[in-house]
């Protein structure tokens, strides 16, 4: 075995000549690949004035250096690129997405989200939960429900938000319920960067209900937010 098995670092071998450019090979690797910073996961071309030791996540339908190098980290070290063939359960911090990606094996992806707190239990399994339940959402049409819901008997505090891409075609968004397009805030703001914190009263929920985007004045064209809702849980007795 001349490497190893996780990162493929190359082993020294005996006997063999000029040792120093082997290990110098597992140095800059391991320079790359150790607490992994990306700059940017969304090129698909280099950039054309790439920093030492910078990192990058191929994007799909690479070109020029990288074509065929799709989803593999691309680290610019000594005056080269070097290319790097992530597995499964690698994560990475996203500069310009200020987030953190892991890869499952074919794409590089968001982490599942959310957040529990057992606050308190009884000896007999009753529990009050806390839960923050998180999901990005791609904006499009008149309206776009979440995938993650608020749960059956939940009693929910707020629900945030935080405009992660910019929105394009409506030139605003309430963020609620069916039944309630702006219980958790009204005229919200597309621009990238942009949060609100939709703080209401505590509010039972009999249903398990998704959060709703709607669109002002026209229709979501593009564009994506993240939301949190926040919420107790109150589990019965398990015997």
């Not at 191929?58 to 074509?67: N, P, Q, R, S, V």
């Not at 957040?115 to 339940?133: C, E, K, M, P, W």
Request: with cysteine.
């Amino acid at each position: 075995m001349n490497e190893t098995p996780n990162l493929v670092l190359p082993y020294i071998l005996e006997a063999q000549a000029q040792k120093h450019v082997t290990h110098n090979e597992a140095i800059r690797a391991l320079d790359a690949l150790v607490q992994l910073v990306i700059t940017s996961q969304t090129l698909a071309a280099p950039p054309a004035a790439p920093l030492e030791g910078e990192r990058y996540i191929i994007a799909a339908g690479a070109t020029g250096l990288w074509t065929g190098k799709d989803t593999r980290i691309a680290a610019w070290q000594d005056g080269a690129w070097a290319y790097y063939l992530p597995k499964a359960g690698w994560q990475a911090w996203v500069i310009d997405q200020v987030q953190m990606l892991y890869f499952d094996g074919t794409v590089w992806q968001l982490p599942p989200r959310g957040l529990s707190f057992v606050a308190n239990a009884s000896l007999n399994g009753a529990q009050t939960r806390f839960d923050i339940l998180e999901e990005d959402i791609a904006l499009a049409g008149a309206f776009t429900d979440s995938t993650i819901v608020i749960p059956d008997r939940a009693i929910v505090f707020a629900v945030t938000s935080r405009t992660t891409t910019a929105i394009t075609g409506a030139s605003g968004y309430d963020c609620g319920i069916i039944g309630d397009p702006a219980k958790y805030g009204g005229a919200l703001n597309i621009i990238a960067g942009s949060t609100n914190s939709g703080v209401t009263g505590p509010t039972a929920f009999y249903a398990s209900t998704p959060v709703r985007l709607t669109a002002n004045a026209a229709n979501f064209t593009g564009g994506s937010v993240r939301i949190g809702i926040h919420l107790m849980l109150c589990r019965a007795p398990t015997s």
